[in-house]
Protein backbone atom coordinates (compact mmCIF):
# COMPACT_ATOMS: atom_id res chain seq x y z
CA UNK A 1 0.00 0.00 0.00
CA UNK A 2 1.17 3.91 -0.70
CA UNK A 3 0.45 6.09 1.24
CA UNK A 4 -1.66 9.59 0.55
CA UNK A 5 -1.30 12.27 2.73
CA UNK A 6 -1.75 15.13 0.49
CA UNK A 7 -5.26 16.86 -0.04
CA UNK A 8 -5.82 19.39 -2.46
CA UNK A 9 -9.66 20.57 -3.11
CA UNK A 10 -10.78 22.71 -5.71
CA UNK A 11 -13.50 25.28 -5.24
CA UNK A 12 -14.68 26.13 -8.45
CA UNK A 13 -16.59 29.80 -7.85
CA UNK A 14 -15.77 33.29 -8.24
CA UNK A 15 -17.55 36.58 -8.11
CA UNK A 16 -15.73 37.85 -11.40
CA UNK A 17 -14.41 35.96 -14.18
CA UNK A 18 -10.98 37.68 -14.64
CA UNK A 19 -10.43 38.35 -18.82
CA UNK A 20 -6.72 36.36 -18.17
CA UNK A 21 -7.70 33.51 -15.94
CA UNK A 22 -6.58 30.65 -16.98
CA UNK A 23 -8.48 27.89 -13.99
CA UNK A 24 -11.67 26.29 -14.59
CA UNK A 25 -14.63 28.69 -12.99
CA UNK A 26 -18.00 29.40 -12.38
CA UNK A 27 -19.58 33.10 -11.91
CA UNK A 28 -21.15 32.50 -8.53
CA UNK A 29 -24.68 33.97 -9.04
CA UNK A 30 -26.98 31.46 -6.87
CA UNK A 31 -25.09 30.95 -3.91
CA UNK A 32 -27.55 28.53 -2.82
CA UNK A 33 -28.11 26.28 -5.22
CA UNK A 34 -24.77 26.27 -6.43
CA UNK A 35 -22.94 25.36 -3.55
CA UNK A 36 -25.94 22.63 -2.72
CA UNK A 37 -25.01 21.29 -6.38
CA UNK A 38 -21.14 22.12 -5.66
CA UNK A 39 -21.58 19.53 -2.07
CA UNK A 40 -23.51 16.95 -3.97
CA UNK A 41 -20.43 16.49 -6.44
CA UNK A 42 -17.86 16.35 -3.59
CA UNK A 43 -20.32 13.75 -1.96
CA UNK A 44 -20.92 11.55 -5.00
CA UNK A 45 -17.03 11.65 -5.86
CA UNK A 46 -15.74 10.33 -2.34
CA UNK A 47 -16.88 6.66 -3.19
CA UNK A 48 -15.74 7.22 -6.51
CA UNK A 49 -12.33 8.19 -5.42
CA UNK A 50 -12.32 5.37 -2.10
CA UNK A 51 -13.01 2.44 -5.33
CA UNK A 52 -9.96 4.30 -7.24
CA UNK A 53 -7.69 4.08 -4.05
CA UNK A 54 -8.53 -0.01 -3.44
CA UNK A 55 -7.68 -0.40 -7.39
CA UNK A 56 -4.35 1.47 -7.32
CA UNK A 57 -3.57 -0.11 -3.86
CA UNK A 58 -3.34 3.14 -1.97
CA UNK A 59 -4.35 4.35 1.81
CA UNK A 60 -5.47 7.67 3.33
CA UNK A 61 -2.68 8.57 5.79
CA UNK A 62 -3.20 11.48 8.68
CA UNK A 63 -3.15 14.66 6.05
CA UNK A 64 0.37 16.48 6.52
CA UNK A 65 -0.60 19.01 3.62
CA UNK A 66 -4.24 20.61 2.45
CA UNK A 67 -4.97 22.95 -0.36
CA UNK A 68 -7.77 24.92 -1.20
CA UNK A 69 -7.27 26.10 -4.73
CA UNK A 70 -9.66 27.85 -7.05
CA UNK A 71 -11.54 29.18 -8.48
CA UNK A 72 -12.23 31.47 -5.11
CA UNK A 73 -12.18 29.09 -2.28
CA UNK A 74 -12.71 31.94 0.11
CA UNK A 75 -16.08 32.41 -1.44
CA UNK A 76 -17.61 29.17 0.27
CA UNK A 77 -17.30 31.02 3.63
CA UNK A 78 -17.96 29.49 7.12
CA UNK A 79 -20.22 27.00 5.46
CA UNK A 80 -17.47 25.72 3.21
CA UNK A 81 -15.54 25.25 6.87
CA UNK A 82 -18.66 23.43 8.19
CA UNK A 83 -19.05 20.95 5.04
CA UNK A 84 -15.22 20.64 5.05
CA UNK A 85 -14.75 19.72 8.87
CA UNK A 86 -18.45 17.12 8.76
CA UNK A 87 -17.93 15.50 5.69
CA UNK A 88 -13.86 15.41 5.35
CA UNK A 89 -12.42 15.64 8.48
CA UNK A 90 -14.95 12.87 9.92
CA UNK A 91 -13.03 10.30 7.26
CA UNK A 92 -9.52 11.93 6.84
CA UNK A 93 -7.29 13.13 10.48
CA UNK A 94 -4.70 16.11 10.23
CA UNK A 95 -1.31 15.51 11.76
CA UNK A 96 0.23 19.41 11.99
CA UNK A 97 -0.81 19.56 8.50
CA UNK A 98 0.00 23.22 6.29
CA UNK A 99 -3.83 23.91 5.56
CA UNK A 100 -3.90 26.48 2.83
CA UNK A 101 -7.01 28.41 1.41
CA UNK A 102 -6.54 30.77 -1.78
CA UNK A 103 -8.05 34.02 -0.74
CA UNK A 104 -9.35 36.74 -3.54
CA UNK A 105 -8.84 40.48 -1.57
CA UNK A 106 -12.64 41.11 -2.59
CA UNK A 107 -14.06 38.21 -0.71
CA UNK A 108 -13.10 37.64 2.34
CA UNK A 109 -14.20 38.36 5.83
CA UNK A 110 -12.35 38.26 9.64
CA UNK A 111 -15.40 35.35 10.23
CA UNK A 112 -14.85 33.57 7.47
CA UNK A 113 -11.06 33.48 8.08
CA UNK A 114 -11.96 32.37 11.71
CA UNK A 115 -14.39 29.50 11.04
CA UNK A 116 -11.25 27.80 8.87
CA UNK A 117 -9.06 28.51 11.72
CA UNK A 118 -11.00 26.79 14.02
CA UNK A 119 -10.63 23.79 11.92
CA UNK A 120 -6.99 24.03 11.13
CA UNK A 121 -6.03 26.61 8.45
CA UNK A 122 -3.16 28.04 8.99
CA UNK A 123 -1.98 29.45 5.59
CA UNK A 124 -3.26 32.04 3.04
CA UNK A 125 -2.59 32.44 -0.20
CA UNK A 126 -3.76 36.31 -1.29
CA UNK A 127 -3.99 36.54 -5.26
CA UNK A 128 -2.51 40.05 -4.29
CA UNK A 129 -1.42 40.52 -8.43
CA UNK A 130 -0.10 43.75 -8.12
CA UNK A 131 0.14 46.65 -5.44
CA UNK A 132 -0.52 49.39 -8.45
CA UNK A 133 -3.84 50.34 -8.42
CA UNK A 134 -3.55 50.80 -12.64
CA UNK A 135 -2.83 47.44 -13.29
CA UNK A 136 -4.93 46.24 -11.01
CA UNK A 137 -7.70 47.61 -12.94
CA UNK A 138 -5.93 46.18 -16.29
CA UNK A 139 -5.99 43.01 -14.99
CA UNK A 140 -9.27 43.35 -14.64
CA UNK A 141 -9.47 42.87 -11.16
CA UNK A 142 -12.60 43.88 -9.41
CA UNK A 143 -11.47 44.33 -6.06
CA UNK A 144 -9.43 47.74 -5.18
CA UNK A 145 -6.10 48.30 -3.78
CA UNK A 146 -7.84 49.30 -0.29
CA UNK A 147 -9.01 45.96 -0.10
CA UNK A 148 -6.05 44.40 -0.91
CA UNK A 149 -4.40 46.40 1.91
CA UNK A 150 -7.18 45.65 4.39
CA UNK A 151 -6.08 41.63 3.85
CA UNK A 152 -1.81 41.76 4.13
CA UNK A 153 -2.94 44.39 7.07
CA UNK A 154 -5.30 41.50 8.52
CA UNK A 155 -2.45 38.40 7.99
CA UNK A 156 0.03 40.92 8.97
CA UNK A 157 -1.40 41.95 12.08
CA UNK A 158 -2.72 38.52 13.24
CA UNK A 159 0.63 36.54 12.96
CA UNK A 160 -0.82 34.55 9.79
CA UNK A 161 1.73 32.62 7.56
CA UNK A 162 0.73 33.91 4.16
CA UNK A 163 1.78 33.70 0.63
CA UNK A 164 1.39 36.11 -2.08
CA UNK A 165 0.55 35.59 -5.90
CA UNK A 166 2.46 38.75 -7.81
CA UNK A 167 2.05 38.45 -12.10
CA UNK A 168 4.94 39.81 -14.32
CA UNK A 169 4.37 40.51 -17.73
CA UNK A 170 1.63 42.48 -17.30
CA UNK A 171 -0.54 44.51 -20.15
CA UNK A 172 1.62 48.12 -20.46
CA UNK A 173 4.17 47.55 -17.63
CA UNK A 174 7.06 47.85 -20.56
CA UNK A 175 5.34 51.36 -21.82
CA UNK A 176 4.26 52.59 -18.40
CA UNK A 177 7.49 51.81 -16.84
CA UNK A 178 5.79 49.24 -14.04
CA UNK A 179 7.59 49.86 -10.62
CA UNK A 180 7.54 46.04 -9.75
CA UNK A 181 10.61 46.98 -6.91
CA UNK A 182 8.61 49.59 -5.16
CA UNK A 183 5.33 47.35 -5.28
CA UNK A 184 7.37 44.54 -3.73
CA UNK A 185 8.92 46.54 -1.54
CA UNK A 186 5.78 47.98 -0.15
CA UNK A 187 4.82 44.06 -0.09
CA UNK A 188 7.33 43.08 2.17
CA UNK A 189 6.40 45.43 4.72
CA UNK A 190 3.15 43.11 5.47
CA UNK A 191 5.84 40.30 6.31
CA UNK A 192 4.74 37.10 3.62
CA UNK A 193 6.77 34.36 4.21
CA UNK A 194 6.30 33.29 0.30
CA UNK A 195 5.70 34.83 -2.80
CA UNK A 196 4.43 32.72 -6.16
CA UNK A 197 5.76 34.79 -9.36
CA UNK A 198 3.75 33.98 -12.00
CA UNK A 199 4.73 35.32 -15.68
CA UNK A 200 0.78 36.27 -17.18
CA UNK A 201 0.12 33.72 -19.45
CA UNK A 202 -2.42 35.00 -21.96
CA UNK A 203 -4.31 33.51 -24.75
CA UNK A 204 -4.76 34.46 -28.54
CA UNK A 205 -7.97 36.04 -27.36
CA UNK A 206 -7.20 37.64 -24.65
CA UNK A 207 -8.30 41.56 -24.79
CA UNK A 208 -4.81 42.81 -24.09
CA UNK A 209 -3.08 40.71 -26.28
CA UNK A 210 -1.19 43.59 -28.25
CA UNK A 211 -0.20 45.47 -25.08
CA UNK A 212 1.84 42.70 -23.43
CA UNK A 213 5.64 43.35 -22.83
CA UNK A 214 8.32 41.49 -24.71
CA UNK A 215 9.71 38.44 -23.70
CA UNK A 216 13.22 40.29 -23.05
CA UNK A 217 11.51 42.61 -20.90
CA UNK A 218 9.85 40.15 -19.22
CA UNK A 219 13.17 37.96 -18.68
CA UNK A 220 14.57 41.18 -16.79
CA UNK A 221 11.31 41.46 -14.98
CA UNK A 222 12.19 38.05 -13.45
CA UNK A 223 15.20 38.39 -12.92
CA UNK A 224 14.96 41.51 -11.14
CA UNK A 225 12.31 39.93 -8.28
CA UNK A 226 14.17 37.20 -8.21
CA UNK A 227 17.57 39.25 -7.47
CA UNK A 228 15.65 41.55 -5.22
CA UNK A 229 13.68 38.73 -3.18
CA UNK A 230 16.94 36.73 -2.54
CA UNK A 231 18.79 40.29 -1.32
CA UNK A 232 15.68 40.19 1.15
CA UNK A 233 16.34 36.55 2.56
CA UNK A 234 13.73 34.60 0.04
CA UNK A 235 14.88 31.33 -1.27
CA UNK A 236 14.50 30.57 -4.78
CA UNK A 237 13.06 27.17 -4.49
CA UNK A 238 11.07 26.78 -7.55
CA UNK A 239 11.50 28.68 -10.70
CA UNK A 240 8.13 30.55 -9.33
CA UNK A 241 8.07 30.10 -5.87
CA UNK A 242 10.17 31.84 -3.47
CA UNK A 243 9.97 31.39 0.79
CA UNK A 244 11.41 32.56 3.40
CA UNK A 245 13.66 29.32 5.28
CA UNK A 246 11.26 26.61 6.60
CA UNK A 247 8.44 28.15 5.08
CA UNK A 248 8.56 26.19 1.47
CA UNK A 249 5.12 25.25 0.29
CA UNK A 250 4.79 21.63 1.99
CA UNK A 251 2.14 21.29 -0.76
CA UNK A 252 3.53 22.33 -3.55
CA UNK A 253 6.99 20.34 -2.73
CA UNK A 254 4.38 16.94 -3.00
CA UNK A 255 3.82 17.82 -6.77
CA UNK A 256 7.11 18.50 -7.59
CA UNK A 257 8.91 15.61 -5.85
CA UNK A 258 6.09 13.02 -7.09
CA UNK A 259 4.60 11.92 -3.98
CA UNK A 260 1.21 10.89 -3.62
CA UNK A 261 -1.50 13.72 -3.50
CA UNK A 262 -5.44 13.31 -3.70
CA UNK A 263 -7.80 15.87 -5.23
CA UNK A 264 -11.34 16.87 -5.32
CA UNK A 265 -13.45 19.52 -7.01
CA UNK A 266 -14.26 20.26 -10.85
CA UNK A 267 -10.74 19.75 -12.95
CA UNK A 268 -8.74 18.78 -9.44
CA UNK A 269 -5.99 16.65 -10.17
CA UNK A 270 -4.59 13.78 -7.93
CA UNK A 271 -1.67 12.26 -8.38
CA UNK A 272 -0.71 8.35 -7.07
CA UNK A 273 3.29 7.23 -7.64
CA UNK A 274 3.17 3.19 -8.27
CA UNK A 275 6.79 2.37 -8.09
CA UNK A 276 8.20 3.14 -11.95
CA UNK A 277 4.67 4.23 -13.29
CA UNK A 278 1.67 6.55 -11.50
CA UNK A 279 -1.57 7.65 -12.49
CA UNK A 280 -2.83 11.32 -12.65
CA UNK A 281 -6.40 11.67 -13.02
CA UNK A 282 -8.61 14.84 -13.65
CA UNK A 283 -12.22 15.04 -12.10
CA UNK A 284 -14.34 16.17 -14.81
CA UNK A 285 -17.08 19.00 -14.61
CA UNK A 286 -19.91 18.41 -15.20
CA UNK A 287 -20.24 14.47 -13.51
CA UNK A 288 -18.44 13.21 -10.03
CA UNK A 289 -16.02 10.98 -12.22
CA UNK A 290 -12.37 11.50 -13.47
CA UNK A 291 -10.07 11.38 -16.43
CA UNK A 292 -7.07 8.77 -15.40
CA UNK A 293 -3.82 9.22 -17.12
CA UNK A 294 -1.28 6.26 -16.79
CA UNK A 295 2.00 6.95 -17.00
CA UNK A 296 4.74 4.72 -17.91
CA UNK A 297 8.48 4.59 -16.79
CA UNK A 298 9.95 7.39 -19.55
CA UNK A 299 6.82 9.60 -19.00
CA UNK A 300 7.71 9.48 -15.49
CA UNK A 301 11.39 10.01 -15.86
CA UNK A 302 10.97 12.53 -18.28
CA UNK A 303 8.42 14.61 -15.51
CA UNK A 304 11.11 14.18 -13.09
CA UNK A 305 13.94 15.71 -14.74
CA UNK A 306 11.51 18.31 -15.98
CA UNK A 307 10.10 18.94 -11.82
CA UNK A 308 13.69 18.41 -10.42
CA UNK A 309 15.25 20.80 -12.71
CA UNK A 310 12.42 23.50 -11.88
CA UNK A 311 13.49 22.83 -8.09
CA UNK A 312 16.59 24.33 -6.53
CA UNK A 313 16.55 20.56 -5.48
CA UNK A 314 18.31 20.15 -9.10
CA UNK A 315 18.55 16.51 -10.46
CA UNK A 316 21.22 14.19 -10.45
CA UNK A 317 21.05 11.89 -12.99
CA UNK A 318 21.42 7.60 -12.09
CA UNK A 319 23.43 7.36 -14.90
CA UNK A 320 25.93 10.29 -15.37
CA UNK A 321 26.72 9.81 -19.40
CA UNK A 322 29.62 11.72 -20.74
CA UNK A 323 26.94 13.83 -23.24
CA UNK A 324 25.15 14.42 -20.51
CA UNK A 325 28.25 15.45 -18.22
CA UNK A 326 29.04 17.71 -21.67
CA UNK A 327 25.81 19.04 -21.50
CA UNK A 328 25.83 20.48 -17.63
CA UNK A 329 28.95 21.74 -18.14
CA UNK A 330 28.40 23.68 -20.82
CA UNK A 331 24.98 24.92 -18.68
CA UNK A 332 27.21 25.99 -16.22
CA UNK A 333 30.07 28.06 -18.44
CA UNK A 334 26.73 30.08 -19.64
CA UNK A 335 26.08 30.67 -15.69
CA UNK A 336 22.91 28.55 -15.97
CA UNK A 337 23.16 26.85 -12.67
CA UNK A 338 26.33 25.07 -10.60
CA UNK A 339 26.98 21.67 -11.65
CA UNK A 340 28.83 19.61 -8.63
CA UNK A 341 29.07 16.45 -7.78
CA UNK A 342 27.20 15.17 -10.77
CA UNK A 343 24.27 17.37 -9.66
CA UNK A 344 22.45 19.88 -11.76
CA UNK A 345 20.93 22.93 -10.12
CA UNK A 346 19.75 26.07 -12.09
CA UNK A 347 19.94 29.18 -10.83
CA UNK A 348 17.28 32.10 -12.04
CA UNK A 349 19.04 32.54 -15.49
CA UNK A 350 18.47 28.83 -16.10
CA UNK A 351 15.27 28.86 -14.73
CA UNK A 352 13.84 31.14 -17.34
CA UNK A 353 15.57 28.97 -20.04
CA UNK A 354 14.16 25.63 -18.72
CA UNK A 355 12.63 25.13 -22.27
CA UNK A 356 15.38 25.07 -24.57
CA UNK A 357 17.44 23.77 -21.97
CA UNK A 358 15.08 20.68 -22.04
CA UNK A 359 15.67 20.59 -25.47
CA UNK A 360 19.44 20.52 -24.80
CA UNK A 361 18.79 17.20 -22.88
CA UNK A 362 16.54 15.57 -25.50
CA UNK A 363 19.39 16.20 -28.03
CA UNK A 364 21.49 13.84 -25.37
CA UNK A 365 18.54 10.63 -25.65
CA UNK A 366 16.91 11.88 -22.46
CA UNK A 367 13.69 10.65 -24.22
C1 LIG B 1 -6.99 30.57 -8.37
S1 LIG B 1 -6.20 32.09 -8.46
C2 LIG B 1 -6.04 32.75 -6.79
C3 LIG B 1 -7.22 32.94 -5.93
C4 LIG B 1 -8.27 33.94 -6.32
N1 LIG B 1 -9.14 33.38 -7.30
C5 LIG B 1 -7.71 35.23 -6.82
O1 LIG B 1 -7.64 35.41 -8.02
O2 LIG B 1 -7.33 36.05 -5.98
C6 LIG B 1 -4.55 31.57 -8.58
C7 LIG B 1 -3.56 32.50 -9.25
O3 LIG B 1 -3.36 32.09 -10.56
C8 LIG B 1 -2.76 33.15 -11.27
N2 LIG B 1 -3.25 33.13 -12.66
C9 LIG B 1 -4.50 32.97 -13.10
N3 LIG B 1 -4.54 33.04 -14.46
C10 LIG B 1 -3.26 33.22 -14.86
C11 LIG B 1 -2.64 33.38 -16.14
N4 LIG B 1 -3.34 33.37 -17.27
N5 LIG B 1 -1.30 33.55 -16.17
C12 LIG B 1 -0.58 33.56 -15.04
N6 LIG B 1 -1.11 33.44 -13.81
C13 LIG B 1 -2.44 33.26 -13.72
C14 LIG B 1 -3.16 34.43 -10.55
O4 LIG B 1 -1.99 35.06 -10.12
C15 LIG B 1 -3.96 33.94 -9.37
O5 LIG B 1 -3.66 34.64 -8.20
S1 LIG C 1 -10.76 35.55 -9.15
FE1 LIG C 1 -8.94 34.19 -9.34
S2 LIG C 1 -9.73 32.22 -10.10
FE2 LIG C 1 -11.38 33.75 -10.35
S3 LIG C 1 -11.18 34.42 -12.45
FE3 LIG C 1 -9.97 35.85 -11.20
S4 LIG C 1 -7.85 34.98 -11.15
FE4 LIG C 1 -9.25 33.37 -11.88
Known amino acids: MTQVSGLYLHVPFCKHLCNYCDFYKQKLTAE ?70 EIDPGTWTPEMIEAWKKIGLNRISIGTQTLDGNFLKVMDRIHSLEETHSLLRYCSENNWNFSLDFLLGIPYSQEKNRDIIHELTELLSYSPTHISLYILNARSKYP ?83 QPEDLGENELLLEFVYLSLRTSEGWKPTHLTRGLEQVFQSWEAKNYGQFTAGKMVLNATGFVMLDSLMDDLFREGLA
Do not use: C
Open 32 to 101: KTQFEDFHQFLISSWDRHEFLMREQKMDWAPLTSVYLGGGTPSLWGALGAEFFRDFYLSKLQLDQAEFTM
Open 208 to 290: LVESLPDDEYIREEFLKVSEFLRSRGFHHYEVSNFALPGFESRHNLKYWRGEAVAAFGPTGTGFFPQGKKALRYNWKVMSPDF
